[in-house]
């Protein structure tokens, strides 16, 4: 941590690249219900795909960068630990835990993330910073437990914890030294470190299909969506996904990452779980209940907080 810690002037670009950011990761909360067909390992490869075949194209078109053999392995662990282990521990934790226990522990992410931010960077004196935490964290357990309480779910195991668990230390990892990555490499662009993750990514998803084919339940789903025609939608979102969720959520999280401390920018990833729920209540066409609207603002209120704290901050700790 620094040792003295000053004002920080939020500007108001960052902060609405975090929000687009966390809007854009929420669709994948909406994919499933709009594609019931398809099984979650179907999407999930179908939008790795699109992002890295889309982040081929791209770096190899615009991406006027040199990355070092250290770099690329940088870029191979993130999409590992960021992206499919991630993922496929999470589907394990949820079936192994249940939704209602896996909700909340995912809804940690915010909290995990900027405490872990602060303790790196020392953007807030801790008693500055817990208030705001406070009432992120409650606002979003109200609206995680509105969302996960009806969802049923197995008998909770220990290994089924720790696989909930283990995503979310995976992810506070992947934020903070992402953060780290690009401000220690400033003539990496946003966009083309970006891509770079996306061609790691796809390296791996080509090398994992197979598995899939052979030990998922690839080898039945994806015949039943040709038969059913499902597949066009399945293409259509995964690349959606891919492009939007992936490549240009990871683009503009890497902007708000230099710019932002990593104490806010994790506070701001309530968004996702707000833009999410607001994405199924379009689907399912129904309100959200007063527990959701009183998480919602508490969370809101909670990042407010914390901005004022970070632009009213002097040299006291």
């Known amino acids: 941590m620094t040792d003295s810690i000053r004002a920080i002037h939020v500007a108001p670009a960052p902060l609405v690249a975090m929000i687009a950011t966390t809007s854009l990761w929420a669709l994948a909360f909406i994919v499933p219900v709009i594609v019931p067909g398809a099984s979650s390992l179907d999407i999930t490869f179908g939008r790795y795909f699109a992002y890295g075949i889309g982040s081929l194209i791209l770096l190899w078109r615009f991406g006027r960068v040199h990355l070092s053999c250290g770099d690329w392995v940088l870029a191979a662990s993130f999409a590992i630990f960021g992206n499919l282990l991630y993922y496929a521990l999470l589907v394990l934790g949820i079936r192994l835990a249940g939704a209602g226990l896996a909700v909340p522990i995912i809804g940690l992410l915010p909290v995990t993330v900027?405490?872990?931010g602060n303790w790196r960077e020392g953007a807030l004196p801790w008693k500055k910073l817990a208030p705001p935490?406070?009432?992120?964290f409650i606002g979003l357990m109200l609206v995680n437990i509105a969302r996960g309480r009806d969802a049923g779910g197995a008998h909770a195991s220990l290994l089924?914890?720790?696989c909930l668990v283990a995503p979310v230390i995976m992810w506070t990892w992947y934020a903070i030294a992402n953060a780290a990555f690009l401000k220690r490499r400033a003539d990496v662009g946003a966009t083309a470190w970006a891509s770079a993750i996306g061609v790691a990514t796809l390296a791996l998803t080509l090398a994992l299909f197979p598995l899939h084919l052979i030990f998922g339940d690839g080898a039945h789903s994806i015949p039943h969506l040709f038969a059913t025609?499902?597949?066009i939608a399945v293409a259509f979102w995964s690349t959606v996904l891919g492009l939007g969720a992936s490549w240009g959520a990871a683009a503009l999280f890497n902007i708000a990452s230099t710019r932002l401390p990593v104490t806010l920018a994790g506070q701001l990833i309530v968004f996702e779980t707000i833009?999410?729920?607001?994405?199924?209540?379009?689907?399912e066409g129904r309100r959200p209940s007063l527990v959701e609207l009183a998480g919602f603002t508490l969370s809101?209120?909670?990042i407010w907080l914390s901005i004022r704290a970070l632009q009213h901050t002097r040299n006291d700790r």
């Open 160 to 162: 089924g914890i720790l």
């Open 300 to 302: 809101i209120l909670g």
């Open 133 to 136: 935490l406070i009432a992120v």
């Open 229 to 231: 025609g499902e597949v």
């Open 275 to 283: 833009f999410g729920v607001f994405y199924v209540f379009l689907a």
């Open 114 to 116: 900027a405490l872990a």
